[in-house]
């Protein structure tokens, strides 16, 4: 069974820092772009990055560039977030999926909720 | 690309037909040929679960009385006989142009 199980999230202070994870299992994880996309409560949908297959090729929304990072393991079959300097308007559900490109995310994670405040 | 849904709240009785509009600000027909329009289910408390990609196309499992159209910067998400299954929120996203938006969603509810 394809499946993608997030972790990491919770509470965490503006400023602080925080880091996401996504284990990918029942699919060959190397071989897909991944994406980490949220969802603030009661609101709509967001992209926030992408990474290719080998992690050489990073994209961001640009109201995170320069504070988080995406990247990934692939001999652990594993997807990362590195959340820095976070501000209460990133407080989300962060859903990790895979990437399928122009036509979207097909497997989905169920979220990790993240929490910025003080 | 700016993406636009109407209505926000739709809704509709059990076994009528329900339809969610979605405009872009831009045209959606990529350099490829393609129109990258998508259209995404989010059922309560679920993970959201895509149903229709490059304007028309149900993915597996779909039931078929949800179809696509559209052309351009306008496209339509059809439900023929709504169902008490199909609650949830709808929305459409492009991924034409980088990076790749959502539309506000629909809410679509039982009356």
């Known amino acids: 069974e394809v499946q993608l199980v997030e972790s990491g999230g919770g509470l965490v202070q503006p400023g602080g820092s925080l880091r996401l994870s996504c284990a990918a299992s029942g699919f060959t994880f190397s071989r897909y772009w991944m994406s980490w996309v949220r969802q603030a409560s009661g609101k709509g949908l967001e992209w926030v990055a992408n990474?290719?297959?080998?992690?050489?090729?990073?994209n961001y929304v640009d109201s995170v560039k320069g504070r988080f990072t995406i990247s990934r393991d692939n001999a652990r079959n594993s997807l990362y977030l590195q959340m820095n300097s976070p501000r209460a308007e990133d407080t989300a559900v962060y859903y990790c999926?895979?990437?399928?490109?122009?036509?979207?995310?097909?497997?989905w994670g169920q979220g990790t909720l993240v929490t910025v405040s003080s | 690309a700016v993406m636009t849904q109407s209505p926000l709240s739709l809704p509709v009785t059990l076994g009528q037909p329900a339809s969610i509009s979605c405009r872009s600000s831009?045209?959606?027909?990529?350099?490829?040929?393609?129109?990258?329009l998508t259209w995404f289910q989010q059922r309560p408390g679920q993970s959201p679960r895509r149903l229709v990609y490059k304007v028309s196309n149900r993915d597996s499992g779909v039931p078929d009385r949800f179809s696509g159209s559209g052309s351009g910067t306008d496209f339509t998400l059809k439900v023929s006989r709504v169902e008490a299954e199909d609650v949830g929120v709808y929305y459409c996203?492009?991924?034409?142009?980088?990076?790749?938006?959502f539309g506000q969603g629909t809410k679509l509810e039982i009356k």
């Open positions: 831009q045209s959606l027909v990529h350099s490829d040929g393609n129109t990258y």
């Open positions: 999926a895979k990437d399928n490109g122009p036509t979207g995310w097909i497997v």
């Open positions: 996203m492009q991924g034409t142009h980088w990076p790749h938006t």
């Open positions: 990474i290719n297959l080998d992690g050489s090729e990073k």
